[in-house]
């Protein structure tokens, strides 16, 4: 309680402490290899779920729904209960939570195919990529920003780029993270992506979801991150073997390294194969769990979990202490 | 030509001038009346027409597409010439141009529900009709940019509320420019929107795309702006009127009083039932002629005229000086 304390001094300009960064994995809410399709059943899942979450586990009350846009083939215009909203008191959701998502089947065709994370916008292909890569992954956000104020959410689409997010030779140079929080202080939920965005010796890059989490926990100090994935967490070797063994929890000192605390392991700890989300496009396992041990680091917990399972939804909790909570717990050892 | 040096000294950080800010008038590229509906065949026109100016009339060369996003209802992926792009010299376009896009029938339903340009986040009503309301307005700028993209055009969004543009009491606040400063430098053109933003006072409120451009003009120095909306220009009575006068010459004194320069009317000028654009959602006619004039008395000529004519094009190269011109020019008579 004493740490909680002290983390929520470290960010004056916030009016409550942020409680929870979630990361909706690319490959946890797209269809993996099939172009630009989202995986609508798990998506609605993790948005019902952070709701519950962000309701404290309360009687589910009435879902103010903020998408009052028309789908495509939408027979009628939306209806809005104007005066039944005029007269609610107030959503009753702690909404104090910052979405952040990975790109899966958006944009890694378009980034792909043109090469822009090794930059040079002077390149007629590079540019080409930079912009069609930006349309795939804004519209992927755009969804998720819909499917998360269609659960009574009320989310802002925040896309790093636009909001001058940039590097230097791939590390974070630039962020302006003061619309997000002026956002969180109105009780906004500020759903940010992995982006095509301009770098000072390269031109430009790619950013990658789990380095904006990382730099975000870093300047509103949550009091944990979920990682939302297509697996149950990180395990031992590739999750399609049989014999694969889910990592339950790793420790990170203050130098970095990390060891696996649970279950204990035969043979060399440090050297197994990890493999929490294959198909993700950005940076692999080695960037995502050192990303992760950064996090960590920092004193802040980091829980990896399958969506759309009672696992993800004691995570978006922050109660993962039980022993049957199926997913890997990343902690400061310090 | 002295005036146009002195205007580029103005703007040290940008390499080149930029050389027009184009406003797509909801109007002219939205259907009014049916709700969140593009005016394709007006959006294609103007995205064409964008291309040939920065083309500065030259003979169009290769369309370099840049959505390489399904569209629904596709039945294939995009194919892109990866070989073929990669040894194209240049896009071969003078692209410093900057976009901004009104809402028209997009957002227009959900900010009036909701009442948010009055503020009031604490409603439950407000904090919806604003997720609701930048939701509508963003699908609009993402359709914006794919149609510009698919001209060959380096379009980039640049949503102002996650861009961190804010008011106090209505009037802006803060805007952080440098990030459409350095995407301009880099060759791509910022589309920018109306767009429901945070108020100092009023907690939120509806920030118009003119007051945008106007700030834009203040900031950039554009060689001139253009106003693309659904009638030839602004008109001394609603152009429905069949007696109704298009009014070509407007001049604004260093006061910001402006007087009818062209055609001589009879009887009072300043008093003349101004319509440019009656379905616009936001300010209507005295505060997009007052955005304007302001633009004017900056030394920067306005022209106002009809999106997919030969007039449009010829306003967006900058050419209005010849007499079947058909548009209004509003001009600093200083």
């Known amino acids: 309680m004493a740490e909680e304390a002290a983390q929520e001094q470290t960010d004056p300009t916030a009016s409550r402490p942020v ?47 903020m998408d009052w846009s028309r789908r495509p083939g939408d027979p009628t215009d939306p209806v809005v209960d104007v005066e039944g909203l005029s007269e609610m008191g107030g959503l009753g959701l702690d909404s104090n939570f910052v979405v952040v998502h990975g790109a899966g089947s958006f944009g890694h065709f378009q980034a792909s195919r043109s090469g822009i994370h090794k930059g040079g916008l002077h390149s007629t292909l590079v ?66 992506h992995g982006d095509a965005v301009l770098d000072e010796l390269l031109d430009c890059t790619i950013l990658s979801g789990d380095v904006i989490i990382r730099h975000l926990a870093q300047l509103l100090s949550p009091k944990y991150v979920v990682f939302l994935t297509d697996v149950h967490g990180v395990y031992d070797r590739p999750p399609s073997d049989p014999n694969a063994v889910l990592l339950r929890e790793i420790a990170v000192d203050e130098n970095g390294s990390w060891s696996i605390v649970k279950p204990a392991l035969k043979g060399n700890k440090k050297g197994v194969e990890i493999s ?32 759309g399972t009672e696992h993800s939804l004691r995570a978006l909790n922050g109660d993962t202490s039980s022993e049957d909570w199926l997913g890997t717990v990343i902690r400061s050892s310090g």
């Open 127 to 192: 540019k080409a990529g930079f912009v069609a890569t930006r349309i795939s992954v804004t519209s992927l956000n755009q969804e998720i920003v819909r499917a998360l104020a269609r659960e009574g959410i009320p989310s802002v689409g925040m896309s790093p780029f636009a909001c001058g997010w940039s590097t230097k030779q791939r590390n974070l140079a630039s962020v302006d993270a003061s619309q997000i929080m002026q956002s969180l202080h109105v009780g906004f939920v500020p759903v940010l």
């Open 276 to 307: 929490v989300a294959a198909h993700d496009t950005t940076g692999g396992m080695e960037t995502k769990i050192l990303e992760a041990a950064a996090i960590a680091r920092l004193g802040v917990d980091v829980y990896i979990t399958k969506v």
């Open 19 to 65: 409680r929870c960064i979630v990361k909706l994995g690319g490959a946890a809410i797209t269809n993996k290899g099939e172009l630009e399709s989202i995986d609508a059943v798990s998506l609605r899942s993790a948005c019902a779920q952070l709701r519950q979450a962000m309701s404290h586990g309360g009687a589910a009350g009435k879902v103010v729904g």
